[in-house]
């Protein structure tokens, strides 16, 4: 302990924006490192994850709403997010020990303290110990748990460059999926899903063609599965091409919690019933924190497919806490490829 700074920076929210955050809306300080109480964990963070999901914690008229995980923040509060860091002191017996790596959600700081309960223990080694912050898992469990993927299927993941689609597109693919389709926002960001990640095909957001029509064009024998996080015009094409039968899940709201209006928390479409009813499609909101479960199998799952080279973490690193500011404004205006995460 001796050895430890005499202060932590963290970010927090100096005021709350009205439409999308820009990096001045928040403030890095310097304060005190927390002192452990009795029973307690000390943790210096390594790596702190930047999510879009912030937008709806932080807007002005945002407000607690039943089933979504993420707590308002008020002006003046500490950004949180998972975080993946070290313990630097732990109580006796309670399985946690100097030097042992955890993830957490009170990220946003340079050191951490939390009950053990609130610490996972990281048990697989993985080639980048960043990577236990993809969104893998979670992309995992939806396309495991929420649905159950045919060999052949052809798979439709939105936002596909995105922290859950950069990881989903692979795991559809090493699932048995027989085309894979995502969505995104760029000509270049296309070019590396389909180059890098394997997709075989990308439908533009804002082209001169209409998403329907692109799609239609991308999914000639029509659609499967969708594992949608974005709802609005995306969610609506993927009905209409939808297969007899077919699973659509929905993980998010993009549509909403990037709009430049608004709290990030309502996110309206109109879809046609008649398609749902006539073609018996199963339409599910679903959370991976219902199938927790499936993070283990999954680190199983993520460590024999890096080693056969069938599955990469694409993501980007941004070296400072002092940065995240423009991290969280940057990934709000869609200029990122992959997991956003700040190295303290």
Request: glycine content about 10%; some cysteine; proline content about 6%.
């Amino acid at each position: 302990m001796s050895s430890l700074p005499v202060f932590s920076r963290e970010v927090r929210l100096k005021s709350r924006p009205v439409g999308l955050p820009l990096a001045g809306h928040f403030e890095v300080i310097d304060t005190p490192v927390p002192v452990p109480a009795q029973g307690e964990v000390l943790i210096r963070n390594l790596y702190s994850r930047v999510s879009a999901s912030l937008r709806m914690m932080i807007s002005e008229g945002a407000s607690d709403v039943e089933g979504v995980p993420f707590p308002c923040l008020q002006d003046g509060a500490t950004l949180a997010e998972e975080a993946l860091g070290e313990v630097v002191s732990a109580p006796p017996d309670c399985g946690l020990l100097p030097g042992h790596l955890v993830l957490h959600f009170a990220g946003w700081r340079d050191y951490s303290v939390l009950s053990p309960t609130a610490c996972t223990l990281i048990r697989q080694n993985l080639p980048d110990p960043a990577a236990h912050l993809s969104h893998g898992w979670t992309a995992y469990a939806a396309l495991t748990r929420g649905v159950q993927i045919r060999a052949g299927d052809t798979v439709l993941i939105t936002s596909a460059a995105g922290a859950i689609g950069s990881m989903a597109g692979q795991i559809a693919r090493a699932l048995g999926a027989g085309r894979v389709i995502g969505s995104t926002s760029s000509a270049d960001k296309a070019k590396r899903l389909t180059g890098e990640l394997g997709y075989d095909a990308i439908v533009l957001r804002g082209a001169r063609e209409s998403f329907l029509t692109q799609l239609g064009k991308a999914a000639p024998d029509g659609i499967d599965v969708v594992l949608d996080s974005v709802g609005g015009e995306q969610l609506q094409a993927a009905l209409a091409l939808a297969n007899p039968g077919a699973h659509i899940l929905v993980t998010g709201a993009l549509s909403g919690q990037l709009a430049s209006q608004g709290s990030g928390r309502v996110a309206p479409v109109e879809l046609d019933s008649f398609q749902i009813l006539l073609k018996k499609i199963r339409l599910q909101g679903y959370s991976a924190d219902d199938d927790v479960d499936a993070r283990t199998d999954w680190n199983r799952h993520f460590v024999a497919w890096q080693k056969e080279d069938r599955i990469c973490f694409p993501h980007v690193l941004i070296a400072g806490l002092q940065n995240g500011p423009l991290a969280i404004q940057n990934i709000a205006d869609g200029k990122y490829f992959g997991t956003v995460l700040i190295r303290h």
